[in-house]
């Protein structure tokens, strides 16, 4: 059984680029949710996505924006990235909203 | 926002200690979480605690929800070497998993 797996592991982009980084859930999960993660910090909630809709939003600028697709897995996109956006990204899934997450090894952005 | 403070920020203790760490939120939480990060992965739950007062072992592990939903702590006795890593509390609103406020995490070092 798959737990949640996320690639790429590791990005380099240059600022202003924009980047695309993709989540698949653990099996039988429904539920994704992103979160950042700067270094020396714990994550910080993105968004969550359940029934290929934007459920729940942290407070991330409109650079942030996701989808998800019929089979549950999910992608994150920031466009004109900044330097501050360097971190590593997170992925969670669940069942629902109501059960606990599960969370992937995370893909590591960094911007140059 | 919501903060949560979470302490010590770094721990270095001989193998065989017990340790304590805690979070305090300026919020009420309606889910206590306790998470372990190794080098390269996901936070991985450790314990959930669901209402206030509850106490939850796992193992050697022992976490707390605090009685006014504000704070929580977690216990490792007889500490062992692949005890090391990144301990993080997280707390929920409304029984929402995925949108969980993290601490900045304890560091813990353990000798042999």
Known sequence: DAGVTQSPTHLIKTRGQQVTLRCSPK???????????????????????????ERQRGNF???????????YSSELN????LLGDSALYLCASSVGTLETQ??????????? | GQQLNQSPQSMFIQEGEDVS????????FNTWLWYKQDPGEGPV???????AGELTSNGRLT???????????????????SDVGIYFCAGEENTNAG???????????VKP
């Open chain 1, 27 to 53: 099996s039988g999960h429904d539920t994704v949710s992103w979160y950042q993660q700067a270094l020396g910090q714990g994550p910080q909630f993105i968004f969550q996505y359940y029934e290929e809709e």
């Open chain 2, 63 to 81: 976490a707390q929800f605090g009685i006014t939903r504000k704070d929580s702590f977690l216990n490792i006795s007889a500490s062992i070497p």
């Open chain 1, 61 to 71: 600028p409109d650079r942030f924006s996701g989808h998800q697709f019929p089979n």
């Open chain 2, 21 to 28: 760490m805690n979070c305090t939120s300026s919020s009420i």
């Open chain 1, 78 to 81: 920031v466009n004109a990235l």
């Open chain 2, 45 to 51: 739950l450790l314990i959930a605690l669901y209402k």
């Open chain 1, 102 to 112: 599960y969370f992937g090894p995370g893909t590591r952005l960094l911007v140059l």
């Open chain 2, 99 to 109: 949108k969980s406020t993290f601490g900045d995490g304890t560091t813990l070092t």
